[in-house]
């Protein structure tokens, strides 16, 4: 079969690769040297990151890592919730529970349901969800997609509301993703899964799903149709992870070439085991050491995306990873369909989880811990409210005001979350955190404003934000 041709040449990537072994100490220097400036790196530059071995050098990457993710996202750790509607799915992915060949009891949500999933994710104290949803058009169709968005944000609670919903459902059509536009979603958000296409095909047995040029070019008809907030990512464990960081930031540099914005955020899935698939299946698998070099290294090549990691990961490797330039992460998540009113009722949850998660801690105590090691959660959804999308929230992130809103933003909603959510502790916590972060918003009308918002929602006021 004639491959179509796209943005993604397997050869030429190889080719980088081998390449990239000749990079010099004075070249690696030189690169590292514009990564600390805050200037990003292009695909040859991150090549000859990832394929260096020496220790120094790595030391270096951690250090800028770290040293970017600080200045540019300070303490913040946005939080979120995945919410699975439904696991009905024609595809056949060779890693993925949800294979149309794996046989188990399938479900869809109907509105009442996503309306008791919902209740108990805003009884967590979320305001931001990551709607996911395995792909069948005949019973999942986008309309049914639109209805639960639109259950979502009608739903109104004594202490708030689910305020974002960004969407994770397989690639589809202009007409359809202007539907998602039109009804508002946040971030829309599709895992190339691997960008090496030998092996996409290979992993991707049958299905629509199966067509690598379709799934590669979603987000430029995301763009097409309105949606400039797209979040890409690969799922870390199917082919070369060197080959997947640079596939995913060539596909980067083209929509920043086409659209003037790349990916608003980046995920970093790792392959976990799942009902009907074996890992031993799969001879990529990442190491915790190679992923944490290439989730450094990401952070240096593209110091303002924001990184997503989820509870695929252990609590170890997440706060391991947070100093590298993680920026967001789910917490009490269930990744089955009806998997938080199961859980409350005690009823025995992961019949069919997409895949096992390693974090299954309440979402209090991950808060909570969050809070011990320094950082302030932020439950912040303004951006998309304010109209600060694509290029708009990427100028303000590069010119340095994000300190007068990210975090402005995240302290008022963590006062939120504490008086509504938190116990006794978690109050005193988050109070001398608000305490030690507020001399950090520089400009002085935006902080007094600030402690008068923490004062009002002290007072019964909430949502409020810049
Ligand atoms: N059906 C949509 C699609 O095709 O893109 C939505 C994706 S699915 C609900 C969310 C993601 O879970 C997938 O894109 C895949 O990367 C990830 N996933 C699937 N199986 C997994 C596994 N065994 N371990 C870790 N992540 C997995």
């Given at each position: 079969m004639q491959e179509e041709k796209t943005f993604i040449d397997k050869d030429y990537i190889e080719n980088v690769l081998f390449e990239a072994k000749n990079a010099t100490d004075t070249e690696i220097n030189a690169y590292l040297n514009k990564a600390e400036r805050f200037e990003g790196l292009n695909h040859n530059e991150i090549a000859a990151l990832l394929v260096n071995e020496d220790p120094k050098h790595l030391e270096r990457v951690n250090q800028i890592a770290l040293k970017i993710k600080e200045r540019v996202y300070g303490n913040r750790?946005?939080?979120?919730?995945?919410?699975?509607?439904?696991?009905?799915?024609?595809?056949?992915?060779?890693?993925?529970?949800?294979?149309?060949?794996?046989?188990?009891?399938?479900?869809?949500l109907t509105q009442e349901e996503v309306r008791e999933e919902v209740r108990?994710?805003?009884?967590?104290g979320h305001k931001r969800l990551a709607m996911e949803a395995g792909e069948n058009d005949a019973i999942c169709s986008i309309d049914y997609i639109v209805d639960c968005i639109k259950t979502i944000y009608g739903m109104k609670f004594e202490?708030?509301?689910?305020?974002?919903?960004?969407?994770?459902?397989a690639a589809?059509?202009?007409?359809?993703?202007?539907?998602?536009?039109?009804?508002?979603?946040?971030?829309?958000i599709l895992f190339q899964e691997t960008y090496h296409q030998?092996?996409?095909?290979?992993?991707?047995?049958?299905?629509?799903?199966?067509?690598?040029?379709?799934?590669l070019t979603a987000f430029d008809r995301a763009q097409e149709s309105g949606i400039d907030d797209v979040g890409g990512g690969v799922l870390f464990g199917l082919a070369d992870p060197y080959f997947e960081v640079l596939g995913l930031m060539i596909h980067n540099e083209h929509l920043e070439e086409k659209f003037g914005v790349g990916f608003h955020t980046i995920s970093v899935p790792r392959l976990c085991p799942a009902e009907g698939m074996n890992m031993a299946d799969f001879p990529h698998l990442v190491d915790d050491e190679t992923f944490a070099k290439i989730v450094a290294i990401i952070r240096l090549a593209t110091p303002f995306t924001g990184m997503i990691l989820s509870?695929?990961?252990?609590?170890?490797?997440?706060?391991?990873?947070?100093?590298?330039?993680?920026?967001?992460?789910?917490?009490g998540s269930s990744t089955e369909v009806g998997g938080y009113t199961k859980r409350q009722q005690n009823v025995e949850v992961n019949v069919n989880p997409q895949f096992f998660v390693n974090d299954d801690r309440p979402a209090l105590?991950?808060?909570?811990?969050?809070?011990?090691?320094?950082?302030?959660?932020?439950?912040?959804?303004?951006c998309y409210r304010k109209g600060r999308t694509g290029d708009r929230f990427m100028s303000l992130a590069k010119s340095g005001q994000i300190k007068n809103v990210c975090l402005p933003n995240a302290l008022t909603t963590l006062a939120e979350y504490a008086i509504d959510y938190g116990d006794t502790a978690f109050k005193q916590k988050a109070d001398a955190a608000i305490a030690c972060e507020i001399p950090s918003v520089s400009n002085e009308k935006i902080r007094a404003l600030t402690l008068?918002?923490?004062?009002k929602i002290r007072q019964g006021g909430r949502d409020f934000y810049i």
């Open positions: 750790i946005v939080m979120f919730a995945p919410l699975y509607v439904s696991d009905y799915c024609v595809n056949r992915c060779t890693y993925c529970s949800y294979n149309c060949k794996h046989e188990f009891e399938r479900k869809k108990i994710l805003e009884s967590m202490n708030g509301e689910i305020r974002r919903v960004n969407v994770n459902i589809t059509t202009v007409e359809n993703y202007r539907k998602l536009k039109e009804v508002g979603i946040g971030t829309y030998p092996t996409y095909e290979k992993v991707h047995i049958a299905g629509p799903k199966k067509n690598f040029a379709y799934h509870t695929r990961e252990s609590h170890s490797m997440r706060q391991r990873l947070l100093r590298l330039g993680i920026s967001q992460i789910s917490a105590s991950i808060i909570s811990e969050l809070m011990d090691d320094g950082y302030v959660p932020s439950f912040c959804t303004a008068a918002n923490i004062e």
